[in-house]
């Protein structure tokens, strides 16, 4: 099979497995790349370059001295499987190696592309600079994360906005998506292993450039404001990484689709990971997780204060127990302080809590700043192995320079080797240390259902753009399952339905929408973050969304449009899952079950009461009989979900 030829101009053309996908390199006095999608222009102009801070820049004035083209397809077995458990990774591998000590591996799959450069000079080095300027067609638009700073958590709402009327200079965290018209780009990374995390800043007309964090020399605590987790990064280098010796650097991929439902089907990141550290990870147990900081612990109708005291924990377990929740999270006020993170607070006794936790078959998983763990890593972790606990939920790094993005891999080392899952919080996107780290369960790095507490940003369309954007990158610990659920305005007057409310919060959008979430995200540890009082008095509710699997062996999207609507199915061994979400406009879909196996299935349905858009918490059940010969009606409200459970009979 011919998929790639020289010109006279030095130029080479790469196409996916199916022909659908061009890319064409040129080597000039730089290397720049372009890519077409069914014959048009996707990304017009990208210049690529890396400045090795040894007298080397990568990509300028190249000189080739010989290359390779090869078609592959790999299986992969995911130890986590987000999406499907297995993948066939199929793509056509470009292999350019360079005078001074260099390659650069280009490859086209059926959904995108990807590149990498890989220096073969084993000298230490600083890497000052990596280029990559991308040019878009005229009237690209882009679903933009835009942030203020490096120092950030990586939570935004995105701004869509033509490329042409952003400011110069301004910048988003990744994962970023560009609309061209005649298809959609997605720029994310992945193999992020001891390099700066990328960002996308505007430069031209209509063009992005990949700019990075500096390489810290010294940061402070920052005193004006939770010195005990804010630091200010008082002293930073010229250059972005310090590099001993030779070495393969990330891959920038490129997810690119005239098909919106690509974009939530795509497994590109995982494929492109390092290979996995951990060979037998049959101990990493994906499950739900009953939790206390959206809800403030806010538990009552019981006969003891409720606070951070046994009492109330024991509470939490007892819901999670008598439910079949896998785990509790103990969050932030556990500790003596949140410095003092190795003993607990007076009111509470953890290691017992943590044998009282597994009487009732319940695991627990403790909250811990970063930056104190960082400091003391083994001593910490091997100290809450030897209470019970099994994982750790990792708050406020804010950073993605070299150090931090090193410091995900080293708790993770030390916490597999105490057989201790990493939930990463106040994070930057997975980007596949999380394949090389399995224990890595989940991370944040989203904006998600926590911001109830303080602001209105959660909405039915923020919720459905981050299927396709966010979660392209891999799991996200959105903290589904609030059940005090309000409507856009309220159906009388008009007015406002929502307010922030931190210690008793409610969420925009039905109850249906919440429930189709635990379908649509993907998160292997995947939280209830409301309150066991009100969740005992939802029980129906309770008991549908504890039958939802937080892993899967296979996905399907069947509708699909950012920022508007999803419809996702998913398999569990012989059963299948589906759930939908809208924004505010309601919408009906007639959907063909042809994707279940042969026979009969009971379905249990989740939906949208008839009166869901004057009380955004009415629901209905359903069962019945189905197969795959038959077509579902589902009618989905303004801010609307659905979602059913189909058992094999």
Known sequence: MLFGHWTVAQEIKLSSPDKQLEITLTLADNISWNSMLKGSNVITNAVISMNMGDGRILGHTPKLRRNKLEHKTEMLMPQVPNKDASITSEFNQLTLNFRDDYQLIFRAYNDGVAYRFIDGNGKPKNVYNEEMTLSFPNGTTSYFPQEESFYSHNERVYLVKEITEMEDGAFCSLPVMFNTKSAKVLLTESALIDYPGMFLAKIGSNSMTATFPKYVLKAVPNEASNPDRNQILVEEADYIAKIKGERSYPWRVFIISDDDRTFV????????????????????????????????????????????????????????????????????????????????????????????????????????????????????????????????????????????????????????????????????????????????????????????????????????????????????????????????????????????????????????????????????????????????????????????????????????????YIVVARRKGDDWYLGAMTDWTARDFELNLSFLGDGDYGMQAYQDGLNASRNAQDYKMVNKSVNRNNKLDIKLSSGGGYAAIFKKK
């Open 265 to 564: 089907e795509s497994n590109l990141v995982t494929q492109l990971a390092d290979k996995t550290k951990i060979p037998n990870a049959d101990w990493i147990k994906p499950g739900q997780v009953a939790w206390d900081w959206y809800n403030a612990n806010n538990i009552y109708g019981v006969d003891f204060e409720a606070g951070l005291n046994m009492e109330t924990y024991k509470y939490y377990i007892d819901f999670a127990s008598k439910n079949g929740i896998e785990y509790v999270i103990l969050d932030e006020g556990w500790t003596k302080s949140t410095t003092e993170i190795m003993e607990d607070n007076e009111n509470l006794d953890v290691p017992e809590l943590i044998q009282y936790a597994k009487s009732k078959n319940v695991e627990i998983i403790l909250w811990v700043l970063w930056k104190p763990l960082d400091e003391n890593p083994d001593e910490i972790l091997k100290l809450y192995s030897s209470w019970g606990a099994v994982g750790i939920k990792v708050d406020f790094m804010q950073r993605s320079d070299q150090y931090v993005v090193q410091s995900y891999g080293k708790i993770a080392e030390i916490a597999a080797k105490y057989k201790m899952l990493v939930d990463y919080h106040g994070a930057f996107k997975p980007a596949g240390v999380e394949r090389v780290w399995p224990n890595i369960i989940n991370y944040e790095g989203v904006k998600g259902n926590e911001n109830n507490k303080w602001s209105g940003d959660i909405n039915p369309e923020h919720n459905v753009t981050l299927p396709f954007i966010r979660m392209a990158a891999g799991p996200l610990d959105f903290t589904p399952g609030a059940m005090i659920n309000m409507n856009k305005v309220d159906y009388e007057t008009g007015g406002p339905n929502f307010a922030p409310l931190f210690t008793r919060p409610m969420s925009l959008g039905t109850r249906a929408h919440q429930v189709a979430m635990y379908v649509v995200f993907e998160a292997p540890l995947q939280m209830l973050c409301e309150s066991p009082t009100i969740y005992y008095k939802e029980q129906e509710t309770v008991d549908f969304i504890t039958q939802i699997p937080t892993i899967w062996d296979e996905t399907v999207v069947l509708e699909g449009a950012v920022s508007d």
